[in-house]
T-cell receptor, first 110, second 113 residues
Framework: DADVTQTPRNRITKTGKRIMLECSQTKGHDRMYWYRQDPGLGLRLIYYSFDVKDINKGEISDGYSVSRQAQAKFSLSLESAIPNQTALYFC?????????FGPGTRLTVL | SQQGEEDPQALSIQEGENATMNCSYKTSINNLQWYRQNSGRGLVHLILIRSNEREKHSGRLRVTLDTSKKSSSLLITASRAADTASYFCATGGAVVSGSRLTFGEGTQLTVNP
């Protein structure tokens, strides 16, 4: 079984809708991250969390919010989706300096 | 803006040849890491080199780091078709700062059988 899982894997939605992407991990890591990847670009950090009570904004947090429901769960929400949020979204955990990535969620906003 | 910039953006070679990818960065780092991404999938950690190291090996991978030039290179020797993927460098801060990584834009490597 995968250590970092993301649901859904694919989602198509309409402008203005609220969307939640979920991430779960069985690695027991405290640190978790949300990134987005646009075609031909590297990953950009949206939010990260050191533990359940510690949430931090990344470089592109506008239009997004997160919730760390438990050590194992870190959700990303788009309150009112817009087309330029169409991207591939990755969740990751960290142990030491190494990060472990989920398989990604492909989100399309029409 | 991205911390890391990679060169070349795309590289196409024949199986058995060596592949070299370069990464430049702008600010001081604690470590530099290389990740691999197969098409549309999550990234997989390949190797980490600390700022006080100059060279590191792992199997067919060789990474160098030149902090004076703020650059790193990843060499894959005796490439295989299965090495076809995108390769990203990522610069990292200390664990106490949350181990945030800043990724480059990646090099798309194609290894032709």
């Amino acid at each position: 079984d995968a250590d970092v899982t993301q649901t859904p894997r694919n989602r198509i939605t309409k402008t203005g809708k609220r969307i939640m992407l979920e991430c779960s991990q069985t690695k027991g890591h405290d640190r978790m991250y949300w990134y987005r990847q646009d075609p031909g670009l590297g990953l950009r950090l949206i939010y990260y969390s050191f533990d359940v009570k510690d949430i931090n904004k990344g470089e592109i947090s506008d239009g997004y919010s997160v919730s760390r429901q438990a050590q194992a769960k870190f959700s990303l929400s788009l309150e009112s989706a817009i087309p330029n949020q169409t991207a591939l979204y990755f969740c990751a955990t960290a142990w030491g300096n190494e990060q472990f990535f989920g398989p990604g969620t492909r989100l399309t906003v029409l | 803006s991205q911390q890391g910039e990679e060169d070349p953006q795309a590289l196409s070679i024949q199986e058995g040849e060596n592949a070299t990818m370069n990464c430049s960065y702008k600010t001081s780092i604690n470590n530099l890491q290389w990740y691999r991404q197969n098409s549309g999938r999550g990234l997989v950690h390949l190797i980490l080199i600390r700022s006080n190291e100059r060279e590191k090996h792992s199997g067919r991978l060789r990474v160098t780091l030149d902090t004076s030039k703020k650059s790193s290179s990843l060499l894959i020797t005796a490439s295989r078709a299965a090495d076809t993927a995108s390769y990203f460098c990522a610069t990292g801060g200390a664990v106490v700062s949350g181990s945030r990584l800043t990724f480059g834009e990646g090099t798309q490597l194609t290894v032709n059988p």
